[in-house]
């Protein structure tokens, strides 16, 4: 049901929640005043209890943007100004610990980390993660939690667990629209609907996003020789646009105390267009070439899960399967044009066409299981999970033949191969509660992983399967008041895969050639860590400290062929040593100013064997970012967030200038609509420098990107609550006497 107060007079306020047979609740410190005269409560749940003794009382607190509580960081954004009219994945660069390299790909503390969205694992590769955060809007999302140490099903993540928890809405119907627009030349519509009664809960997503990016780009190359120096020099510009639709469907459905389903569907498309075009300057041939690339990617994931919880507290069962589809086709347009000295076209030219198709399936079962033993003290958690992943990549080519004008078949770079992994996972763990302050954990996994790489277009075809052992422990010790302190160990594993591994040499770049290993082993890691933090009412303060040793890491190594051709290999390296630094820490001044901080340093250390024969340098790696919220009212709120990043590299490093998002939000009409204007990068935009040291030669690598933007974005929100229930003349009866037996006795 539901319930509902109104012309409350400004003050502080105890609501008090009773029912026949349950546990009093009693919600403390409301505070009605001008600038926040309305709550909207979560939902409530009363527990069952013997007698009226059995009160529970919970202090009502407004959440703050960020969160931490034993080294985990909650971000809710739906307090932020910052996740109106963004992506998930621009949303997540803003929560503390987080960020993406130069690739791409998200990190935690300079560490890969596990997603998950609604407590549920995303099993996807790379490119299928990125275009399901970019289509997730995020105004959609909650809050995002980064636990640098994760539940014991997650424990051998390397980057720890990031979870991405989407809106719910409350009982009865609701729904919102948001509508956003940038300079940039992006726009987007997104629409919710949220439907809770009686068990079942049902929310739909579904919208769309368009964006425009252009770029610049320079890189310079100097080959050194005996007796001399050649150096090369090209200029890059580009442009990128992208169409995002999207839909996710989420249900829940209790059937009684002890049982429950959810399902997750979630499609997303994108659809993109890029031209870039290149002047290769006097020191190569000089050329003009200009590369067009039409390409539509189709994600479809559906996930089924199914709870049962006993009568035993905390003892718990869940079943997840769940499945993906994605198809991405690429059409790339390569023509070049070789030019005089005064940049006039010589009569010579060529032209390649490529087309490429990869289908991918995916295939996810997961079981877990936690119970409490019958001191209360101890605690098991057992479970096992297996992943199937099928990709079928084909590719055709053709070029035109300058003697008789016609495209002919290119086979060089006309292929098909299939591959195939699997993953199988057994794992168990205990926790044991020594003392309320002091706890520890200690487990251990065993995966079985199995790939097939088939070069269809040959007889080439490749089999591996290998055993992983990886065990792990912490120990946890609180001081109330004062601090908590965990240390931790685990063995984590990374798995080359089919981009890694593929022997297709991608020679798209005339100039730098790429290609995988199907030699490559995975890379084992033992990882230590030590995270002492302390809460207070005004301020939170975290420091860890970290060592890896790392075995057989895999990266991209380049090389010189020849004087102006490159190649880029991935290889195992004998191994590595990282030491790390991280802190994360927050402020409050007073009731409407925070500031959030955070801070990570790597420092690699390579073995003598990779600094001579392949050039590896030693170096550090930087991420930070500074957040800082300020309420007027409870109306009215400024939010901005600063970032800066520096990545070492085997090779070299990359380093990026600061970059900063500023969010001005205004509530009206009630609450019902949400204004929001985001500056992002009004001073300067996003560039990259990156260095590559060969043992012959240098490279160094400029990209400007189109990052200055001024959004503005509406939001509205539509309420409709559930009608109060009504009881049947049988339950009417049922109340009646006991309310009769209450007054009796």
Avoid: C
């Avoid at 001191?375 to 297996?386: E, Q, R, W, Y």
């Avoid at 003697?403 to 191969?417: S, V």
């Avoid at 300067?684 to 060969?694: C, H």
């Amino acid at each position: 049901g539901n319930f509902s107060f109104t012309n409350i007079p400004n003050n502080y306020y105890r609501l008090r929640l009773s029912y026949i047979g349950f546990s009093t609740l009693t919600i403390d410190s409301i505070h009605f005043r001008a600038d926040r005269f309305d709550f909207n409560l979560s939902d409530i749940v009363l527990k069952t209890g013997a007698t009226e003794n059995l009160n529970e009382v919970v202090v009502y607190a407004e959440k703050p943007l960020i969160q931490s509580k034993e080294g985990n960081i909650t971000f809710n954004a739906g307090e932020s100004a910052l996740s109106a009219g963004s992506s998930a994945n621009e949303l997540l660069t803003n929560v503390p610990l987080v960020t993406k390299d130069p690739d791409g790909k998200l990190l935690v503390r300079g560490k890969e980390p596990k997603i998950l969205i609604d407590d549920k694992p995303v099993e996807l590769n790379q490119q299928q993660l990125q275009d399901l955060l970019e289509s997730l809007p995020g105004s959609s999302i909650e809050k995002i939690e980064v636990m640098t140490n994760p539940p014991p099903q997650y424990a051998n993540e390397q980057g720890g667990v990031i979870n991405i928890t989407t809106r719910k809405g409350r009982v009865g119907k609701s729904g919102r629209i948001t509508l956003s627009a940038g300079t940039r030349g992006e726009t987007g519509i997104n629409g919710n609907y949220n439907y809770r009664r009686q068990g079942f809960a049902m929310n739909i997503n579904a919208g769309g996003s368009y964006n425009q990016n252009d770029n610049t780009s320079y890189a310079i190359r100097q080959n050194f020789n005996t007796i001399t120096t050649k150096i090369y020099e090209t200029q890059s510009r580009s442009s990128n646009q992208n169409l995002r639709p999207n839909l996710r469907t989420n249900a829940d459905y209790e059937f009684n105390k002890k049982h429950s389903i959810n399902a997750v569907l979630n499609y997303n498309r994108n659809i993109s267009n890029t031209e870039a075009v290149t002047d290769f300057l006097p020191s190569y041939r000089l050329s003009h070439r200009v590369v067009e690339n039409e390409g539509e990617n189709y994600n479809a994931n559906l996930s089924l899960t199914y709870t049962l919880r006993t009568k035993k507290p905390g003892e718990m069962l869940r079943l997840i399967a769940s499945g993906n589809r994605s198809t991405n086709k690429n059409d790339r347009n390569f023509y070049q044009q070789f030019l005089l000295p005064d940049y006039s076209f010589d009569g010579q030219d060529s032209l390649m066409l490529q087309r490429l198709h990869n289908k991918t399936k995916g295939l996810n079962f997961r079981v877990n299981y936690e119970l409490p033993l019958s001191n209360k003290k101890t605690f098991l958690s057992v479970g096992t999970f297996l992943n199937l992943t099928q990709n079928h990549i084909q590719t055709a080519a053709e070029y035109k033949q300058s003697t008789e004008d016609k495209m002919m078949p290119l086979t060089a770079l006309t292929y098909a191969f299939a591959y195939q992994q699997e993953i199988e996972n057994i794992r168990g763990s205990i926790k044991h509660r020594w003392t309320e302050t002091l706890s520890t954990t200690a487990g251990a996994s065993i995966e079985h992983t199995g790939f097939d790489f088939d070069v269809l277009s040959s007889t080439s075809k490749v089999k591996n399967a290998y055993w992983s052992y990886l065990p792990f422990a912490n120990l946890n010790k609180s001081w109330k008041d004062a601090l908590n302190l965990t240390l931790s160990y685990r063995r984590t594993i990374r798995r080359p895969g089919y981009n890694e591994l593929s022997p297709i040499v991608d020679s798209s770049d005339l100039f730098n050639l790429r290609s995988g290993n199907t030699s490559l082993m995975p890379s084992l890691a033992n990882n230590f860590d030590l995270v002492v933090g302390t809460s207070k009412k005004r301020f939170y303060a975290n420091v860890g400290l970290g060592f890896n040793a790392i075995e057989d890491v895999f990266n991209q190594v380049r090389t010189q062929v020849n004087d102006s051709v490159t190649q880029t290999l991935w290889q195992n390296s004998s191994g590595k040593k990282e030491y790390e630094i991280s802190t994360w820490n927050g402020y409050t001044f007073d009731k409407r100013f925070k500031v959030n901080m955070s801070a990570s340093y790597t420092f690699n250390v390579y073995s003598g064997f990779d600094k001579v024969q392949r050039n590896f340098k030693n170096g550090g790696s930087l991420t930070s970012n500074l957040n800082a919220n300020y309420s007027w009212t409870d109306l009215y709120n400024l939010t901005s967030s600063f970032t800066f990043n520096r990545f070492a590299r085997p090779q070299g490093s990359t380093r990026s200038n600061l970059s900063m998002n500023v969010g001005f939000q205004a509530k009206l009409l009630e609450k019902k609509m949400t204004l929001t204007l985001n500056v992002i990068d009004p001073f300067r935009q996003q560039q990259n420098t990156s260095y590559t040291y060969g043992k012959n030669f240098t490279i160094e690598n400029y990209n400007s990107i189109q990052s200055r933007n001024i959004r503005l974005t509406v939001g509205y929100i539509f309420n409709r609550v559930a009608k109060t229930a009504r009881h049947s003349n049988k339950e009417k009866q049922k109340l009646q006497k006991a309310l009769e037996a209450v007054k009796a006795s």
